[in-house]
């Protein structure tokens, strides 16, 4: 453990081992690769609009194109956009700051982690490039489809696709290591477990129910490549396989992953919100118990996602069960963040909004899950557009929800300026019509039946009272693509000629605030930080102002000497 | 002050890296990282205990396997484990040189076990059992195939800490020696389920 | 972490696998009626597996969280076996080919 202080520039910017730095190329990566996605959800809206008319900067999108286009569309958002924005981003730049450590654990797995995943994400965009064009098996991969290209007609497309998804998981698991063993071991002095900021809580909770959760999906890949490429028949029935072994591992992976998705936001949404309600969040062991016993529950729910399966009918209604007891612990923890921003003295900086709107978009979300994990409403509502809007209804306010909340939040903090307020606002307030005018009418479609996952509407005459509330669809979804121009123009803007910010712009108590803005190699001054209380001391009788800094004897290097 | 480092001049505190009950933090990273291999393996061995109790006929499949030769290996592998542990024994005694006669002992015992598991491979092909004949052979291949990438990457590791050792040259990869000990047994374990689970359940024996 | 106390010790595990190793394929030969045959090979191949844990990984010294580390994949495995055994082993595919 070193500061190195002569960077050139490869080992700055390139093969930068400073956790900052490697928080921001995941940063990058994610941006990149949700233009990605987001044009491919352009393509799905438009085919389903306007079927078999040529879509602009694409040409007609054919019924084969449009399974590549979903199938991609839903790994990259939740893979390479989901986990690198939620996960890796704000891990690396945040935990060494706010429990007062200098860097990672492991500076160089962590540089290791982001080029493994960098190599993940060519990889895939590489798949356009083969024989037999990218993977078209749908995000999930559904064996026997996947497993022999014998009915999609793609091999290599699906040998690259099952490569880099068990590249990033490694990558991914790698990084998880690193953050929990930093804050394991290398908490600041009088940070104790109780002391450490919600935020870290919840980044660690992701990295937890990762490690766990990944291993059955990485055996479930090694298997479906083999079928791919060796010719096994593990998924195949015609070789005495069982396609639902597939199902049953990848959804055991499956569905703690989307807690992974969204742990991370529920800190940011906590942490943001005591700062602009000038309150302590409300019922923190209350929050931190629900966590434990939903990352406890999320392992045994698994096949919700599998009622419609056929498989044995004895197992549905347990994990119906399962499913309604966990929206428990989240019900709780919802509450605990409304009671949190309740009675405050609320300033709606740009944060608050995208929290607020995360709590506004997130219940939507959260009660159309139950739906769903009643069996019974299941059988109808299985594979229709009704599950198509519950998951963009919970993840749409999680990863870009809170995504946004957290760049807008520590924006300062990471290039030492502020993002023009106006902009941020326009770009909040668009984004959070234009999200649901796009997929409110998807319920309305759903509970009518349309089924997802087919490229053409018109073919199906049933479907006909849907073509208005369809278009109605495209439309705000371009407009919600176009609107993130705004945020990109400000992001970039600002970096170079936004107001410069101060040390603590919105007077917050933990500690990745002390440190300057953006703060150097190393982070702190030659003496770290020392912590002497609560995060959540916010409008506390008694004290001066309403706020108390975690470590308000730590000086830094600004006034060294 | 115990934890500082200087960079121009300037004493600079720096973190202890302990954790819970003196274990260090690169001792806990791999302790992590096994507990994720051990879901890994739990996802494959428990798909082949599945398919398993369906099929009652791999029994037969079963008595195919080489059952000298993988008793064979298992004896290389506790051997070449063994042989790990005193190294990294020799290591905290400040025996550099010891260590590495000792890690390259391991080293010679590990690379035995994929050369011997080669054989087994090529007389199995020999006799037409490839993965694709059926599921029990698609299940050994890939078990014993992602065990034997595990010995490989271990056997990487060992290496390059053998080179270091020898020259007397560890330095800060001291504890690195102990660390991949704890690797090496984990990929031991992996190996005590997997070679009665594969070999030893089979017919004209335990079903 | 300290192995050295227990030096001594690496002998007699590494004699008590080579043992206990080797009981095993004994085992596997025997023709025990029944399921008695798996859970004796299985029991052997868990004390084995204890003995490298607690001793050659020092499991012994270590403190609440990696014992956790270690136990929790382990009930997740018994979850995800037990849970799947009424869908993949006893439902499978009624194919007729």
């Known amino acids: ?561 | 002050m115990d934890n500082v480092t200087v960079v121009d001049h300037v004493e600079y505190e720096v973190e202890d890296y302990t954790g819970p009950a003196g274990t260090t933090a690169g001792r806990l990273g791999v302790w992590i990282l096994i507990s994720s291999e051990i879901t890994i393996f739990a996802g494959l061995l428990g798909s082949y205990i599945l398919f398993r109790l369906f099929h009652p006929e791999w029994a037969e499949e079963s008595s195919h396997l080489n059952i000298v030769l993988g008793t064979i290996n298992t004896m290389l592998l506790l051997t070449s484990n063994f042989f790990m542990m005193k190294a990294s024994t020799a290591v905290e005694q400040d025996d550099q040189k010891k260590s590495a006669k000792l890690m390259l002992v391991t080293v010679a015992l590990g690379f035995a076990f994929l050369v011997v598991k080669g054989f087994e491979y090529a007389a199995e092909f020999s006799h037409g059992e490839f993965p694709s004949k059926n599921a029990f052979w698609s299940f050994y291949f890939l078990l014993t195939g992602l065990h034997g990438t595990h010995i490989l990457g271990g056997l990487v590791a060992i290496t390059i800490l053998w080179v270091k050792a020898k020259k007397n040259a560890l330095g800060e990869l001291k504890g690195r020696v102990a660390l991949t000990g704890l690797y090496w047994s984990f990929v031991e374990v992996v190996w005590i389920f997997l070679f009665p689970l594969l070999y030893l359940l089979r017919e004209g024996g335990a079903k | 972490m300290s192995v050295s106390a227990s030096k001594s010790n690496h002998e007699l595990v590494y004699a008590a696998l080579v043992v206990l190793a080797l009981v095993t394929v004994g085992a596997s030969f025997l023709h025990l009626p029944g399921n008695e045959n798996v859970y004796l090979i299985f029991g052997l191949a868990v004390v084995q597996c204890l003995l490298v844990a607690l001793q050659y990984m020092g499991l012994k010294v270590e403190g609440v969280m990696v014992y956790g580390l270690m136990i929790i994949p382990l009930i997740l495995f018994a979850i995800l076996v037990f849970l799947c055994i009424p869908d993949i082993s006893h439902y499978p595919l009624n194919l007729k080919l």
């Open chain 1, 1 to 561: 453990m070193s500061q190195e202080h002569h960077q050139s520039f490869l080992t700055k910017y390139i093969f930068a081992t400073d956790h900052k730095m490697v928080a921001r190329q995941f940063l990058f990566l994610a941006l990149t690769m949700a233009a990605f996605g987001g044009y491919y959800a352009f393509l799905i809206r438009w085919e389903l609009a306007y079927p078999n008319q040529p879509a602009p900067f694409f040409g007609v999108v054919t019924p084969d194109k449009f399974n590549v286009i979903i199938t991609l569309h839903g790994t990259i958002m939740l893979f390479f956009v989901g986990m690198p924005l939620l996960n890796a981003f704000p891990s690396n730049f945040l935990v060494p700051l706010m429990i007062g450590a200098r860097d990672m654990a492991f500076p160089r797995l962590n540089m290791a982690t982001f080029w493994m995943t960098f190599v993940a994400a060519v990889m895939l965009i590489s798949s356009f490039f083969v024989p037999g064009g990218p993977v078209a098996g749908g995000w999930t991969g559904y064996a026997p489809l996947s497993a022999s290209s014998e009915y999609t007609g793609v091999k290599m497309g699906m040998v690259l696709w099952i490569l880099s998804l068990a590249l990033i998981f490694i990558a991914s698991s790698l990084g998880g290591i690193n953050y929990i063993v930093t804050v394991v071991t290398m908490r600041a002095k009088g940070m104790t477990y109780s002391r450490v900021p919600l935020t870290v809580w919840f980044l660690l909770a992701a990295a937890v129910t990762f490690f766990l959760a990944v291993g059955p999906v990485l055996a479930a890949a090694f298997m479906l490549l083999m079928d791919n490429v060796f010719g096994t028949g593990f998924f195949l029935p015609y070789k005495g396989g069982e396609p639902l072994l597939w199902q049953h591992l990848f959804w055991f992976f499956g569905h703690p992953e989307v807690y992974v998705l969204f742990f991370p936001t529920l800190g940011f949404v906590l942490d943001i919100s005591a700062v602009f309600a000038r309150k302590p969040v409300f019922g923190k062991k209350l929050i931190i118990g629900s966590t434990v016993s939903a990352i406890a529950l999320s392992f045994i729910v698994w096949a919700h996602h599998m009622f419609q399966t056929g498989m044995n009918p004895t197992l549905v209604t347990p994990f119906a069960i399962t499913t309604i007891l966990i929206s428990v612990p989240f019900a709780i923890i919802y509450v605990c963040m409304f009671l949190t921003v309740w009675g405050g003295s609320i300033s709606l900086e740009t944060p608050m909004l995208w929290a607020l709107g995360f709590l506004a978009t997130f219940l939507v979300g959260g009660l159309t899950g139950i739906f769903l994990g009643a069996a019974g409403a299941d059988i109808y509502l299985h594979g229709t557009y009704f599950v198509v809007a519950h998951f963009h209804y919970t993840f749409f306010p999680s990863v870009i929800f809170g995504g946004f909340a957290a760049i807008n939040y520590w924006y300062p903090k990471m290039f030492g300026r502020m993002l023009n307020r106006t902009a941020a606002i326009l770009h909040f307030v668009l984004t959070f019509i234009f999200f649901n005018c796009t997929f409110w009418p998807l319920f309305i479609v759903g509970m009518g039946g349309m089924v997802r996952r087919i490229a053409d509407p018109s073919f199906y005459p049933q479907y006909s009272p849907f073509v208005h509330l369809n278009i109605f669809a495209t439309l705000s979804a371009m407009c919600l693509i176009a609107t993130q121009t705004i945020f990109l123009w400000n992001f970039f803007y600002s970096m170079k000629n936004g107001k410069k910010a101060e040390l603590n712009p919105y007077q917050a108590n933990t500690l990745e605030w002390l440190a300057a803005s953006p703060p150097p190699h190393g982070n702190w001054g030659p003496k770290l930080p020392v912590v002497t209380c609560d995060p959540y001391e916010y409008s506390k009788p008694g004290n001066a102002e309403d706020w108390h800094s975690q470590a308000p004897s730590y000086k830094g290097e600004a006034s060294h000497g």
